[in-house]
């Protein structure tokens, strides 16, 4: 199983950046997907999660408005689209990939990819 995120950078505020999640080794298409960040001294929090068939989704109070979650299951692939970033956007930004079935959850991580804001 690999998730592989990229598309993470040094923006200034104001800015916009996309990251990509490369998903292989499950069945991507049952997954629900998910991004979250962790900023320095702070704890991992959700950022945007998209359901499995893509028509769901939803978003930490933070970022909506500014950040937008999408899946492309052909691919394997889930996107986060993020604008008019700020300095407090700044973390290390982690996909995760999460299936509940029957009382079980599995889940896997990625290795994560850094946003700077700052100029």
């Known amino acids: 199983v690999q998730l592989v995120e990229s598309g993470g950078g040094l923006v200034q505020p104001g800015g916009s950046l996309r990251l990509s999640c490369a998903a292989s080794?499950?069945?991507?298409?049952?997954?629900?997907m998910s991004w979250y960040r962790q900023a320095p001294g702070k704890e991992r929090e959700l950022v945007a999660a998209i359901r499995s068939a893509g028509r769901s989704t939803n978003y930490a109070d933070s970022v909506k408005g500014r950040f937008t979650i999408s899946r492309d299951n052909a691919k394997n692939t889930v996107y986060l689209e993020m604008s008019s970033l700020k300095p407090e956007d700044t973390a290390v930004y982690y996909c995760n990939a999460k299936l509940a079935r029957a009382g079980v959850v599995v889940g896997y991580w990625g290795q994560g990819t850094q946003v700077t804001v700052s100029s």
């Open positions: 080794g499950f069945t991507f298409s049952s997954f629900e």
